[in-house]
C-alpha cells in the first residue's frame, strides 16, 4: 500500500506553535522533504527528534519529486516542511502535491502557522472576502502589471514582501492606488519585535523613507470602495481615447486612463476604442 505525503507547517518565528501532531507526524514519518535541511536540522534538534532529510526545494523539485514520489508509492510516509509557515503557500511543495495527488497518493495537510492567516486576522481590514497575492515581481514592469490588475479589486489584499523591497512596493502601490488607500504592515509576526503598523499607503512611504525597513513584512491592502455604477456609455470612450492620443498619449494609456475616469472596465473601452 502506498504511503501518505504529510505537510507539515513549522513556525513562522515562535518554536512554542509546533503542535503535538506536527511533532507525533515529524516523529512517524519515514523521511522528511526540506526546503533546507538545515532549518529544518536544528528545529528537529530542538524537539529532540532524529530523521533522515531530503532536500527539496526550488531548483532540485523536479528531480526530488520523483524520487520522493517513489519512496511513497513503496510504502514510506514523508514529512514535507518549508524553512517556516505553511509549506506549499509560496513555498516550494506546490508541485509536490500536485505530482501526489495526480498519482492517486494521499496527502494530508495539517492546520497550523501561516503567515498570510496570522497577517491577515490581525490587520484590523475586513476578512470577510480576500485574496493572498503572494510575492510580487522584483521586475518594475511586471510589479506596476500585477498592481494594475488589482486597481478595482474590493476584496482584502495579502502580500509577501521582503524588507529590500518594501519601499519600492510601497511606492508602486500608493501611484497605483492612491496614497489615502489603508494598509497595515505586519512585521516580525509571533516574534519578539512583533509590530502591526495601520495607516495609509502614503504614511507608509513617508516611515519606511524615514527609517529603512527591517524584518519579515506580510502587507495587508484594504480592496477599492465599490464602483458607482457608470453613466459613461461606448462612445464616450471611445471619444475620450482619441483625446487622450491626440495629447500625445500612447493608446494603451489612453485606454486604461479613460477607463479609470469613466468608470468602465477596460475592455469595454478597448473594444469602443477600436470600433468602426
Ligand atoms: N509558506 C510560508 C507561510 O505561508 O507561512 C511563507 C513562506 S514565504 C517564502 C516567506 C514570506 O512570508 C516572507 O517573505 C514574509 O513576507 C512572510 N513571513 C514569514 N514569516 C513571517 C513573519 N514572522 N512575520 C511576517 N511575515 C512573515
Request: proline share 5%; aromatic share 4%; charged share 25%.
Amino acid at each position: 500500500m502506498a504511503g501518505t505525503l504529510y505537510l507539515v507547517p513549522t513556525p513562522i518565528g515562535n518554536l512554542g506553535d509546533i503542535s503535538q501532531r506536527c511533532r507525533d507526524t515529524l516523529e512517524r514519518a519515514d523521511f522528511i522533504a526540506a526546503e533546507d535541511t538545515r532549518v529544518t536540522l536544528k528545529l528537529l534538534n530542538h524537539l529532540g527528534i532524529k530523521k533522515s532529510l531530503v532536500s527539496y526545494y526550488e531548483h532540485n523539485k523536479a528531480q526530488k519529486g520523483n524520487i520522493i514520489l517513489e519512496r511513497l508509492q513503496a510504502g514510506e510516509t514523508c514529512a514535507l516542511v518549508s524553512d517556516a509557515g505553511s509549506p506549499a503557500i509560496s513555498d516550494p511543495g506546490e508541485d509536490l502535491v500536485r505530482q501526489c495527488a495526480e498519482a492517486g497518493i494521499t496527502v494530508a495537510a495539517i492546520p497550523g502557522p501561516c503567515a498570510v492567516i496570522t497577517g491577515l486576522s490581525i490587520s484590523g481590514l475586513p476578512t470577510g472576502r480576500f485574496c493572498f497575492e503572494g510575492f510580487l515581481s522584483t521586475a518594475k514592469k511586471s510589479r506596476r502589471e500585477h498592481l494594475e490588475s488589482l486597481l478595482r479589486e474590493e476584496r482584502t489584499m495579502v502580500f509577501y514582501e521582503a524588507p529590500h523591497k518594501l519601499l519600492a512596493t510601497l511606492q508602486d502601490m500608493a501611484a497605483m492606488f492612491g496614497a489615502e488607500r489603508k494598509i497595515s504592515l505586519c512585521r516580525e509576526l509571533t516574534k519578539l519585535h512583533e509590530e502591526v503598523v495601520r495607516t495609509t499607503l502614503g504614511e507608509a512611504v513617508e516611515k519606511y523613507s524615514a527609517q529603512p525597513p527591517k524584518g519579515e513584512f506580510v502587507l495587508v491592502l484594504a480592496g477599492a470602495e465599490p464602483a458607482p455604477e457608470s453613466a459613461a456609455t461606448p462612445q464616450d470612450a471611445k471619444a475620450r481615447v482619441a483625446q487622450l492620443i491626440d495629447s500625445g498619449m500612447s493608446r494603451k494609456d489612453a485606454i486604461r486612463q479613460a477607463a479609470q475616469e469613466l468608470g468602465l472596465p477596460k475592455n469595454l473601452v478597448y473594444e469602443a476604442a477600436i470600433s468602426e
